[in-house]
């Protein structure tokens, strides 16, 4: 028996994993299940497969889980649906470079097909930048001696380099692109003279999936953000001028203020060591010299300590106001989503009732279309437009005797 539980559980853990990729069936490109629909007006349901096996997948999509892709029931365990398994370290290839591969051969797709790709630069101080400024870089196109190479070559400072995606006009090396999963490529590490992007992987499925689904026009303008943090907005770049200049100043103001410092206390030593000469005053200013310099020792380790415990009081209230914020916060976000939830659910109650509301006569479902077009089929009325009867109560010979029924 506890095998038999075992085996169930196992099963049923399968079928609770699912993929946010898979491969459109009707086009051939990858799909990100947030963005995938189940059916296209003018073209029908959409099907979707495995990476990995090939097999038929479901897309679920509701208001409360995370949209995905989930394997039909099956016995045999698919090393991409399972990502215990793809992630194993005997395993072929591993998730992260499957999705970079795929994102490597569907933004070279979109190039070549001439989808207008406008890569964006958006302002590497975002989070201090008011404007959120960005830029948009329209790519230059020569159709007649254009290629594009995946997996290219490059020598750069002396080293052999390879670059994911790269444009080639007239055997000039004009742009690359290259695919970001985890970490980002080093700025020093490609060259100067052509302009290189760096992509999400999932940003260029997600347009995939979109131009899949009808949402994009051959000729729209698609922006695709840059991830590269060399793009200053000039409102950041002349606060950054203005900040480096005070520090500046604030550098150069210390510094005069030390050799003063310094000359005087050059003076007043020279002053002491002229005093000093004197037989009779040197002992005595040297005590005082002693005692000067412990008080003023004693009087540095005071302040020190005070400041110091001023800056851990200082940084205990604000630990505490900020412990004190995130508790309201997260206060009010679990209130929103209970009061979410219980709308949904009240929606879907009410929508569960009047789908399920029946013929008061024959106690069944019953056509509630609006103007249905009626026809005669096994002496019942039926609605060509919900595939429902119009009613049971009424019988073949009242379509005949009125020319059309009227609804109970």
């Excluded at 989808?115 to 830029?135: F, G, H, M, V, W």
């Excluded at 914020?325 to 979410?340: T, V």
């Excluded at 929508?351 to 106690?363: A, I, Q």
Aim: proline letters at 1%; charged letters at 40%.
């Amino acid at each position: 028996m506890l095998y038999t539980y075992l085996n169930i559980k196992q099963v049923n853990k399968r079928r609770m994993e699912g993929t946010s990729h898979a491969i459109n069936k009707r086009t051939g490109s990858a799909a990100l299940a947030e963005y995938s629909i189940k059916n296209i007006e003018g073209i029908g349901r959409q099907e979707y497969t495995c990476l990995e096996c090939e097999q038929k997948l479901i897309l679920k999509k509701g208001d409360i889980n995370k949209a995905h892709f989930a394997h039909e029931a099956q016995d045999k365990e698919c090393s991409y649906y399972s990502k215990n398994l793809a992630d194993a370290p005997g395993a072929k290839i591993k998730h992260a470079e499957r999705i970079h591969q795929i994102a490597i051969q569907e933004l070279k797709r979109l190039l070549e097909e001439d989808y207008n790709i406008n890569p964006t630069r958006r302002c590497s101080a975002l989070k201090d930048c008011a404007n959120y400024t960005t830029e948009v870089v329209e790519l230059e196109h020569n159709h007649r001696k254009t290629v594009y190479k995946t997996e290219y070559p490059i020598i750069h400072e002396g080293r052999k380099r390879i670059a994911d995606l790269v444009r080639i006009d007239e055997s000039e090396l004009k742009y690359i692109f290259e695919i970001l999963d985890c970490n980002r490529t080093n700025e020093n590490s490609r060259p100067t003279d052509c302009e290189w992007f760096e992509f999400y992987a999932d940003d260029i499925i997600k347009i995939r999936t979109k131009l899949d689904n009808g949402e994009y026009k051959m000729t729209d303008g698609i922006e695709l953000d840059c991830q590269r943090l060399i793009f200053k907005c000039r409102e950041c770049f002349e606060s950054e001028k203005a900040k480096l200049e005070r520090e500046t100043k604030i550098i150069e103001e210390q510094r005069k203020k030390a050799e003063l410092v310094k000359k005087e206390k050059e003076r007043i030593l020279s002053e002491l060591q002229k005093k000093a000469k004197m037989d009779n005053e040197r002992k005595k200013i040297m005590e005082l010299e002693i005692k000067e310099r412990q008080r003023i020792i004693a009087q540095e380790r005071q302040e020190r300590d005070r400041i110091i415990e001023l800056e851990q009081k200082k940084q205990k209230e604000l630990q505490k106001l900020a412990e004190k914020q995130r508790m309201k916060e997260r206060a009010i976000y679990q209130k929103q989503l209970e009061e979410e939830r219980q709308k949904a659910e009240t929606k879907r109650k009410q929508e569960l009732e009047k789908k399920e509301r029946k013929c008061k006569g024959c106690n069944i479902n019953y056509c509630k279309c609006k103007m249905p077009d009626l026809i005669n089929r096994n002496n019942y009325i039926m609605c060509i437009t919900c595939a429902k009867r119009k009613c049971e109560c009424q019988h073949i010979t009242t379509f005949f005797g009125r020319g059309i029924a009227t609804t109970p």
